[in-house]
């Protein structure tokens, strides 16, 4: 049951995900994933929203039920699916909250150095293949 949760609020938060990205950026399509537009506002929107979503969910009563039922659809499945970028927020919030500050702006400088190399390491080796 804990798997058809998750996945139900995973296929809401991606079809959520893909909804604001059209409609932010209507002349950007799945299939001209190169195009960019002036300025990513549909990301920023989604995370700065997702964001707000995860930072309100945990302080909410109902999903810190018992049963963790509405945690795994909304928090782990829905904002999951919807945006990481929320989650790291949280987390990040949480090491700040918890006298880590210094294990908090680590963590920024990590994910994001990390992950903008490992985009790059991805695009290059994908690069060297089609070649």
């Known amino acids: ?35 960019i537009p002036a300025w990513p506002w549909a990301t920023l929107m989604v995370n700065a929203s997702g964001s707000f979503l995860i930072g ?41 909250e918890s006298g880590f500050a210094g294990r908090a702006l680590l963590n920024v400088g990590l994910n994001l150095l990390l992950c903008l190399l490992f985009v790059w390491l991805g695009n290059s080796v994908g690069r060297l293949l089609i070649h």
Not at 14 to 28: E, S
């Open 1 to 35: 049951m804990q798997l058809i949760l998750v996945g139900i609020g995973g296929f809401l938060g991606a079809i959520a995900r893909y909804g604001i990205g059209r409609l932010m950026a209507p002349q950007l399509s799945a299939t001209t994933a190169s195009t």
């Open 56 to 96: 309100l969910a945990v302080v909410l009563p109902w999903f810190s039920a018992s049963d963790g039922a509405s945690r795994l659809l909304f928090i782990t499945g829905f904002l999951g699916a919807y945006t990481t970028f929320s989650t790291f927020s949280l987390e990040t919030l949480m090491l700040f």
